[in-house]
């Protein structure tokens, strides 16, 4: 999605318009906030209609509106809007609901951002909170399953192709929140049995979406620490969004847990933002910058690095690939006499 420009665009008005794309975001984060979406989910609907159904004050909707249609999520009927074709599939509350990584970008990573040049400057995150503060908080941390669930799902038919499945019956996801990916992995090849490995406070919601999603007897939780704990033993280990979070040294001990887990002939399954200097992908650095705001020691890394940690744990047969919204999967095996 891109946001129309003259084809008689200075350098300059370009570059102008990239120094204000956070007023573009919060146009876009606002709608969802606002349920602009979810509201035309039953059809067209009238300025004035939006704005009592709203609740909004009404000075400012409709320039609000007409950007939203202006960045293609919504189209004009009539009098009113409609919701287009990729906000009907994706923005609209319910099953096929795909906007939790927004909502939480609204809420945490917008804020974060606000402090970019200090965390350049000092190195320090800029998020405010604890992980286990949140985790406690049933809200929040419903907020936080949504924003792992819109990440891991665009990616699941990448991983659910990187392997020849039928050699293996169980997966662990490793850091899995509340087993989305492990749901779509199990609903693509129903012979794999799941595990979901993370803090015990996601138990619960583990179980509850796993029958949600109908795989509810092929999937167990081990709640723990995975820095402290071993992990579950498995025929398939997945580490998605983990790696970044942490310093090389504790990335370097993660795989080497990993690669004892992980029975002879198994693999494990990385994906991160990795940029590469050498074809920078916009969306990979922004991945990796995320990183810089909202942990301590986090970033993303190249794949090349990736490959390192993964030879030096012992593991061979290593494929690269990429997996889209700017991440990077990398495959590696435990031979079967290792």
């Known amino acids: 999605m891109t946001i129309r420009h003259r084809t008689d665009e200075s350098p300059w008005e370009a570059v102008t318009a990239l120094g204000v794309g956070f007023a573009t975001a919060k146009i876009v984060l606002t709608a969802l906030e606002l349920g602009v979406f979810t509201a035309l989910a039953d059809g067209p609907r009238t300025r004035e209609q ?3 159904e709203l609740a909004l004050h009404g000075r400012g909707l409709d320039d609000f509106l007409a950007a939203l249609a202006a960045f293609g999520l919504l189209e004009r009927a009539g009098d009113g809007y409609r919701n287009a074709a990729v906000a009907e599939r994706h923005l609209v509350r319910g099953p096929h609901y795909d906007g939790g990584f927004l909502e939480g970008a609204n809420a945490v990573l917008y804020p974060a951002w606000g402090g970019l040049t200090s965390a350049l400057r000092t190195g320090a ?8 503060e949140m985790l406690a908080d049933p809200e929040r941390r419903r907020m936080y399953h949504g924003m792992m669930d819109s990440l891991s799902a665009p990616l699941a038919p990448c991983i659910a ?10 997966v662990t996801d490793v850091g ?4 989305n990916l492990v749901s779509l992995l199990l609903r693509a ?5 799941g595990v979901v490995f993370d803090r015990p406070q996601n138990g619960p919601d583990v179980a509850e979406h796993a029958a949600r999603t109908g795989v509810a007897e092929r999937v167990s939780f081990v709640g723990g620490d995975f820095f402290t704990d071993a992990l579950p033993p498995s025929d398939v280990l997945v580490i998605g969004h983990v790696l970044a979070d942490f310093s090389p040294e504790q990335r370097t001990a993660l795989v080497r847990s990993a690669y004892r887990a992980l029975r002879p002939g198994g693999a494990l399954v990385v994906y991160d933002p990795m940029p590469d200097a050498a074809e920078p992908d916009p969306l990979s650095l922004v991945g990796s910058l995320h ?3 909202m942990s301590p020691a986090g970033a993303g890394y190249p794949p090349h690095r990736c490959a390192e940690w993964l030879t030096e744990a012992g593991f061979r047969d290593l494929s690269v690939r990429p997996a889209g919204l700017g991440n990077t999967l990398v495959v590696g ?6």
Request: without cysteine; charged residues 25%; glycine residues 10%.
């Open 50 to 52: 939006l704005r009592e």
């Open 176 to 179: 899995g929140a509340r087993g």
């Open 161 to 170: 192709q990187a392997l020849d499945w039928s050699r293996h019956t169980t």
């Open 291 to 293: 990183m810089l705001v």
């Open 125 to 132: 995150p800029q998020n405010t909170g604890d992980f286990e």
């Open 189 to 193: 090849h129903p012979h794999l049995r």
């Open 333 to 338: 095996h435990r031979t079967t006499g290792s």
